[in-house]
């Protein structure tokens, strides 16, 4: 019994610390990249050095082993892609009018070195452990790499959900690849596969696995696979994937630094279209009303020195200040509009919008 459950839970706990100690080493506590580029440095070399080891080893623990050394070089490569060591020939946002094989073309320059990177820690990995036993750090790569690469074309071609706030500054360029829109055809064919692929694995446990390491090694790897599996369906339903790893989101990527813009267009004009109605002769007596709030972007806004509820504090009092502004615009009788006292523009991280 613990060959079939202690598997599913130990890759369960080991994608998402891994997805989340990344995301913390890269984006809040990674601040310096001499300590980025050790960690990076240590894991290839546990890795690979691992892997060597256990390669003619058939035990349950050389299964566990290299299953881990694998998350290793696949986190090592993580720092580097997503700290912008890693990416491509052309780093820069894709062009506004790129479309078809013009945006293809820009969107491979930009994760080039990226891609042949996967390639060449794959054959690595293929060199280590070819002829041996031990087949799980191949495996576990293969399913990484061909879950990787459906995930890209998906973002590439369009999906509703993109979760792009998961992304660090120095790739933030990578964010104009992706189409928000709803899914291509190529997702609904590339879901089937991998749960086809998935289901083989499954049965290859209950029907062919003998051992108790062919049970470990090919449950972890389709643990994982499933894994992938549920990160394609988060494309697409809006499941609040953020939360997994909200504990390894730099501070700047904080809710209360999301865009929230009401259509300031439309109020603007339609303030400028009742004041322009108004007689001549009542312009004098009639108070000139602001125009409502406006909640703007700030680029890279930084938020560590606010604490958390303060932070919130602020988002809820903006809302309210905006609700209070609108309702007092469109219910100008009563003498409301005469009492009202004029507020201050809403704030956003300390900057008036």
């Given amino acids: 019994m613990v060959s079939y459950l202690g598997p599913p ?21 990674g601040r310096s990249e001499l300590l980025r580029a050790v960690c990076a440095g240590g894991m290839l070399t546990i890795a690979l050095c691992g892997l060597s080891v256990t390669a003619h080893d058939v035990s349950v623990g050389a299964a566990y082993m290299a299953f881990s050394c694998i998350i290793f070089l696949w986190g090592a490569q993580e720092i580097a892609f997503l700290s912008g060591w890693l990416t491509g020939p052309r780093a820069e946002p894709c062009p506004p009018g790129a479309k078809g094989f013009v945006r293809f073309s820009y969107a491979l320059q930009a994760i080039l070195y990226h891609e042949i990177c996967l390639l060449a820690c794959g054959a690595v990995v293929l060199a280590v452990t070819f002829g041996a036993e031990n087949q799980v750090g191949l495996w576990t790569y293969a399913a990484l790499w061909v879950l990787r690469q459906s995930a890209k074309i998906n973002l590439f071609l369009g999906v509703p959900v993109t979760n792009d706030e998961l992304m660090p500054d120095a790739v933030q360029f990578l964010k104009t690849y992706f189409a928000r829109k709803p899914v291509s055809a190529f ?6 596969l991998a749960t086809a692929v998935l289901v083989v694995m499954i049965q290859r446990i209950v029907e062919v696995a003998d051992t108790p390491f062919e049970v470990v090694g090919l449950t972890l790897v389709s643990t ?24 390894g989101i ?3 990527f904080s809710p209360e630094n999301i865009v929230m813009e009401q259509k300031p267009s439309a109020t603007i004009a339609a303030a400028s279209a009742q004041g322009s109605s108004q007689p001549a002769d009542s312009q004098a007596t009639v108070e000139t009303r602001p125009a409502a709030p406006q909640l703007v972007v700030v680029p890279n806004a930084r938020a560590e020195e606010a604490q958390p509820k303060a932070r919130q504090v602020c988002a809820r009092q903006r809302l309210e200040d905006q609700f209070r502004q609108t309702f007092l615009e469109q219910h100008p009788r009563s003498g409301l509009a005469s009492a009202r006292v004029a507020e201050p523009a809403a704030t956003l991280n300390g900057r008036t919008s």
């Fill in 9 to 29: 839970i130990f890759a369960a706990f080991v994608w998402w610390f891994s997805t989340g100690a990344v995301l913390l080493l890269v984006g809040s506590v």
């Fill in 187 to 192: 997702f609904p064919i590339s879901v089937t």
């Fill in 224 to 247: 994982l696979f499933a894994l992938g599996v549920v990160e394609h369906w988060f494309m697409l339903l809006p499941l609040p994937a953020i939360t997994l790893w909200s504990w």
């Fill in 250 to 252: 730099r501070p700047g």
